[in-house]
């Protein structure tokens, strides 16, 4: 990218944008900048690769919402959908699994070009194994996102890991863009660690093809061997 301009008076700085036009060279800038934040965003996306989102094994209630605009938008995978609240401050998101989790990664949609005064600017994350002991992990303070947010779990968990185990997950919306009232909220994903490379009905599978060559046959592929497992039998998947 070319270096930083400075200059003296508006005019030097007409002519030289309009040298930039001639040359391309601000062409050539915006273009680096878009590769840049593509970049950005596709490094983002595969720290991810390794991550298995448990957000649909949770139940999500809100403390209100506008018709239309509840926890069905706030699932939605299209971020043009949301979440609006119709309420009084604080706004609550409460997600509630069905056991103890091991959540590595929480991250939450924002974006103020499409909502301004409806956008967070404080956000409070508490966590627990039921509702009456909620411990607070993590606080958020911000002026215009724009995209994921991503939640700070550095030293939740024990003897200051990063793996917070817990069965209930709130979000508490404080304060939003220039004192607006209600909230709009895009996205939450929560993210574990994705194991079923070497457990569950795939890993199994894998170990029974190392030793039989083929499943349930053995290796001369004159028989049957053993008991050959049902697709019902593996452990439960996000689909």
Known sequence: ???????????????AM??????????????????????AEAAKESSLSHLREI????????????????????????????????GPQPHL??????????IVK????????LDESYTPT?????AGMGMYDLTEFA??????????????????????????????????VCENHQNGKDTHIRGVQVFARDERGGFGA???????????GVQGQSEDGTGVVGIQEADWMGEPEIR
């Open 1 to 15: 990218m070319s270096g930083a301009h400075s200059f003296n008076n508006p005019g030097q700085a007409m002519e």
């Open 18 to 39: 309009e040298e930039m036009i001639e040359t391309g060279d601000l062409e050539e800038e915006v273009s680096e900048e878009e590769d840049d934040e593509a970049a």
């Open 55 to 86: 957000s649909p094994l949770a139940s999500w209630t809100v403390s209100t919402y506008k018709p239309g605009c509840g926890v069905d938008a706030l699932r939605s995978p299209s971020t043009a959908q949301f979440w609006q609240s119709d």
């Open 93 to 102: 998101l409460n997600i509630h699994f069905f056991k103890v989790v091991s």
């Open 106 to 113: 929480f991250r939450v949609y924002l974006d103020f070009d």
């Open 122 to 126: 404080k956000m409070q994350f508490f």
């Open 139 to 172: 606080e958020w303070s911000g002026g215009e996102p724009r995209g994921w947010v991503d939640v700070g779990l550095q030293g939740v968990g024990i003897e200051g890991g990063d793996v917070m185990r817990a069965m209930v997950v709130q979000v508490r």
């Open 202 to 212: 795939e890993g199994r599978r894998r170990k029974i093809e190392e030793g039989f």
